[in-house]
Nanobody, 122 residues
Framework: QVQLVESGGGLVQAGDSLRLSCAAS????????LGWLRQAPGKEREFVAA????????VYEDSVKGRFTISRDNAKNMVYLQMGSLKSEDTAVYYC???????????????WGQGTQVTVSS
């Protein structure tokens, strides 16, 4: 089992950058695919990015390609989402998630964090 705690959210202006962090606990952290998802007000939760346990597979949602970078540090049990060129439409609660499936995307994940709010003002 994996417990996930996000941090790093906040209020930024359009065009700014922000890095989200997710601290994970659990003995088998390094064997999980990790991902970030988000949910904007009044909208369904959507997939943002995922990285396989070995970093060999990275997937992004089309709207964040070239702006967001997902990475992980298995030695520190951390996963990150570096967000750049932020837009107002990136405003959402961002969730860290973990799953045992190697090639993972979509919104159905095994484990979830509580979320961190990102607000981008225009």
């Amino acid at each position: 089992q994996v417990q996930l705690v996000e941090s790093g959210g906040g209020l930024v202006q359009a065009g700014d950058s922000l890095r989200l962090s997710c601290a994970a606990s659990g003995r088998t952290f390094s064997s999980y695919t990790l991902g970030w998802l988000r949910q904007a007000p009044g909208k369904e939760r959507e997939f943002v990015a995922a990285i396989s346990w070995d970093g060999g597979v990275i997937v992004y949602e089309d709207s964040v390609k070239g702006r967001f970078t997902i990475s992980r540090d298995n030695a520190k049990n951390m996963v990150y989402l570096q967000m750049g060129s932020l837009k107002s439409e990136d405003t959402a609660v961002y969730y860290c998630a973990a799953d045992t499936q190697y090639l993972k995307h979509g919104v159905s994940w095994d484990y979830w964090g509580q979320g961190t709010q990102v607000t981008v003002s225009s």
